[in-house]
Structures are given as structure tokens and as C-alpha cells.
């Protein structure tokens, strides 16, 4: 149950209000709403009930949402017109640009909102940019020796919190940048330790092996040599408006890690096997409600906002993207499309999101076996 409620949550709130963003932004331009729903009604399954013109629904599958204008040729295949001034193909193109990605524009709000609140409560946190150890991780899961958790390489070498890392590989280091660089690029590699030693003020130098991690580094799934050490860093507090900047700076920052995602999907950087749909994501809100509570569900709520707001934003026929793209040609033609090359881009819009749901089902499946 932990697991569905979750689910529900961290998807529920942003589709809503991604669904709400169209219907406000439909509102303000004139276009005539005339379905609102959260959840698919498939088979008729959910809860509806009309006011004025529009039709208010909550679907029995929980799975997304829509809203349905007037005058527009979307997923329902629906090319009904009556040539009224309140329809979708009436309003001029930046009128119907508006109305497709004001969804995208509330789940960028949300997230940006979400991470204001946790900047404002919590503070951020700044690295303290300097080669000082702050932790030392005494055992790392490592995949290679057979899934088991060994002793981390710092550890081992004998580092503790406070020790300074003056070189590596004779290579002189002064920040925390430097530093972590020349490990990260020596995976399972043996390097050479110069360090200070805090509690002894003495200085050591010795060789270790790296441990390998793969990790996605300039755009691309990459290996990494990783140590088991943590820097330093500082607590600072921050003000309404500081937090409101730093919550966008987040949003743009997971806006930036998603489409290097993508990119790395589509130039084969990453596994298409890394792909995850419905089932993935209620087993990772279901242990992130369980293991960290609602704080934690609600930050996987402003990651999930940010994706919801990608994957809608591309021009992929079917997704709002498509149809601003759609939008766009026909301004610059200065007429519509013909009707049958509508019907063909949502067909295999159509079939596409359908092939791509059936894939990542299945790959949900898969991962969680």
C-alpha cells in the first residue's frame, strides 16, 4: 500500500498540475475547454462530472492525465470543428504555443518551488574547495567482488578526517577539484598518496588501488576511480529570494542532467536497459518513502516534475512538444496542415509512446526480477 500511495503522490501533484497549467492557460487565451482529467478513464472506468461546458474527470488509472480543447487534433483522433472563435485552430500561433507548453511551464514551477522550500529550511551546503579529507568511508559496495562490501582504498591506506592530500601520482594538489580529477580518471588503477597526516602532523606517502564506479560524467556513462573520501563543506541559511534563485538554479541544473541523458540514450552512452517507466518509479517512491520519509518523497516529487517536463517538451508527435512543433510549421505556412498528414504525424505519435510504454513495462519487470 506504502508503495501505491506513493506513487500516487510523487506523480499525482505533478501531473495535476501539469493539466492545470493547459486548462488556465487555454482559459486565458479563449480556448474552450472540454475535458479535464487526472487518471485515464479508460472502459469509462472513473469519476466525472460536467460544468458548463467543461467535463471534470478522475480516471481509475492513475497513469497520466489530459485536457481536451476544442478544435485540436490530438490523441483522440477527435478532427470535429465548428469553425467558432473558441476553438484551438482559431488562435494565432503564439496563442496555441501558450496553451501547449504551460503544462511543462507548472512542473518547472513545482519543482523550482520545491527546492526553494528545502534551501529555505535547510540551508545549502557550499564544498570547501581545499584537499582537506572531511570523512573517510570505512566499506564501499563494490560490484566487482562478487556484490560484496569490502574496505574502501582510503581506508585501507590509512586515511582519517582532517588528513591533507598534498599529491597524487606526484602531482602537487591544492583544491578538492584537482584532487578528485586525477582519481576519478585513474579507475582500478594503482596511484601514489603524498598526505599530511592531522593527527600525527606528519606526512605519508604510500600506493593503493583505486575501486572502479561507473557514473555519468560529460554526458556519457563513464568508469571512475573513487577512494571512499568526502570533503568538507559548509552550512549556510538563505533568504526567501536566495532561495527562490537557488531553487531555479536547481531545476535548470536537473533540466541540464536530463537532456545529457537523453542525448547519451540516443548516441548509445547509456544502456537503453537504464530506462525506467510506471513500475520503476513506484519501487523507487515506495523505498524512498520508507527509508527517508515524506521530506524525501517530496524531492523525488520536484525530479519527477523535471522529467514530466522534458519528456513532454520533446517534439515527439503525441507529446505537447509535437504539437508546438506543429504549431510552429503551420505559422510559418500561414495555414494548416492538411488533415491526413495530421492523422499520420498522431498515428505513429501514437504507436511510438506506445511501443516506448510497452518496452520500459517490460523493463520495469525485468529490473525488479
Given at each position: ?20 497549467g ?7 487565451v479563449?480556448i474552450?475547454v472540454?475535458?479535464?482529467?487526472i ?14 461546458d ?11 492525465g489530459?485536457?481536451k ?11 470535429e ?11 494565432n500561433?503564439?496563442?496555441?504555443i501558450?496553451?501547449?507548453?504551460a ?7 513545482l ?15 557550499e ?18 567482488l ?32 584537482e ?15 603524498k ?6 602532523n ?18 556519457k556513462m563513464k ?15 538563505a533568504?526567501v ?7 531555479l538554479?536547481q531545476t535548470?541544473?536537473?533540466i541540464?542532467?536530463m ?9 548509445g ?12 518509479i ?15 518523497l ?19 508527435p ?34 511510438l ?9 517490460f ?6 526480477m
Amino acid at each position: 500500500m506504502i508503495y501505491l500511495l506513493s506513487f500516487i503522490l510523487v506523480i499525482g501533484l505533478p501531473v495535476f498540475l501539469h493539466e492545470l497549467g493547459h486548462f488556465m492557460a487555454a482559459r486565458s487565451v479563449g480556448i474552450r475547454v472540454e475535458k479535464f482529467y487526472i487518471g485515464f478513464n479508460l472502459f469509462g472506468l472513473g469519476i466525472k462530472k460536467k460544468y458548463g461546458d467543461t467535463e471534470y474527470g478522475i480516471g481509475l488509472f492513475p497513469l497520466g492525465g489530459y485536457v481536451k480543447v476544442a478544435g485540436i487534433l490530438d490523441e483522440s483522433m477527435d478532427s470535429e470543428s465548428t469553425g467558432s472563435d473558441d476553438e484551438f485552430r482559431a488562435k494565432n500561433t503564439f496563442q496555441k504555443i501558450w496553451f501547449l507548453s504551460a503544462g511543462v511551464i507548472m512542473n518547472f514551477i513545482l519543482s523550482s518551488f520545491i527546492f526553494a522550500i528545502f534551501v529555505f529550511v535547510n540551508g545549502y551546503t557550499e564544498i570547501v574547495d581545499k584537499p582537506i579529507i572531511k570523512e573517510v568511508q570505512k566499506t564501499i559496495f563494490y560490484e566487482d567482488l562478487m556484490e560484496k562490501e569490502v574496505l574502501s582504498p582510503a581506508f585501507s591506506l590509512g586515511l582519517l578526517p582532517g588528513d591533507k592530500i598534498l599529491a597524487i601520482n606526484s602531482i602537487e594538489v591544492n583544491t578538492w577539484t584537482e584532487m578528485s580529477n586525477i582519481i576519478h580518471n585513474n579507475p582500478n588503477k594503482s596511484i601514489r598518496v603524498k598526505w599530511n597526516s592531522y593527527e600525527q602532523n606528519k606526512i605519508f606517502e604510500n600506493e593503493i588501488t583505486t575501486f572502479m564506479r561507473p557514473a555519468f560524467k560529460d554526458g556519457k556513462m563513464k568508469n571512475i576511480g573513487i577512494l571512499g573520501i568526502s570533503p568538507d563543506y559548509n552550512l549556510k541559511s538563505a533568504g526567501v529570494f536566495f532561495s527562490a534563485y537557488k531553487g531555479l538554479e536547481q531545476t535548470f541544473s536537473w533540466i541540464n542532467l536530463m537532456f545529457s541523458s537523453l542525448w547519451a540514450l540516443v548516441t548509445g552512452n547509456i544502456s537503453v536497459d537504464q530506462m525506467s517507466g510506471p513500475l520503476g518509479i513506484a519501487t523507487v517512491a515506495g523505498d524512498t518513502a520508507q527509508n527517508g520519509g515524506i521530506v524525501a518523497l517530496f524531492m523525488l516529487m520536484a525530479i519527477i516534475s523535471v522529467n514530466l517536463g522534458i519528456i513532454n517538451i520533446l517534439p515527439i508527435p503525441g507529446l505537447d512538444g509535437g504539437h508546438v512543433f506543429i504549431a510552429i510549421i503551420e505559422g510559418l505556412r500561414r495555414k494548416e496542415l492538411p488533415l491526413k498528414v495530421k492523422y499520420g504525424i498522431q498515428s505513429f505519435g501514437f504507436i511510438l509512446i506506445m511501443i516506448l510504454f510497452v518496452f520500459v513495462f517490460f523493463n520495469d519487470i525485468r529490473n525488479l526480477m
